[in-house]
């Protein structure tokens, strides 16, 4: 059977008053702890939140939604392709 190759999904971010933050288009959670959390975007980047007290809420490798909880301070985003940066910021 030959492996195919799916594009991308869309990724997506909110953040609800900086106490919740919610994302899609996300692969893998590559380390966390309670003032950082690493992901792997399916884009091919990647994507650090700093806050404190960060917690994890849940993951699903499968649909590539992520969510966490605490005091979320920022989202800095790495490599892959700009279109998400191009969305947020015009």
Known sequence: MEETK?????????I???KKIAMTGVSAVDAFAPRRIDLTLE???????TGDGLKIVSFSK???????????????????????????FG
């Open 43 to 49: 884009g091919g980047g990647r994507a650090q939140i």
């Open 6 to 14: 799916s594009e991308p999904r869309e990724e997506s971010v909110l």
């Open 62 to 88: 499968a649909s590539g939604n992520f969510s966490a909880v605490g005091k979320i301070e920022g989202v800095r985003f790495f490599g892959g392709h700009e279109k998400l940066a191009k969305r947020l």
């Open 16 to 18: 609800e008053q900086r």
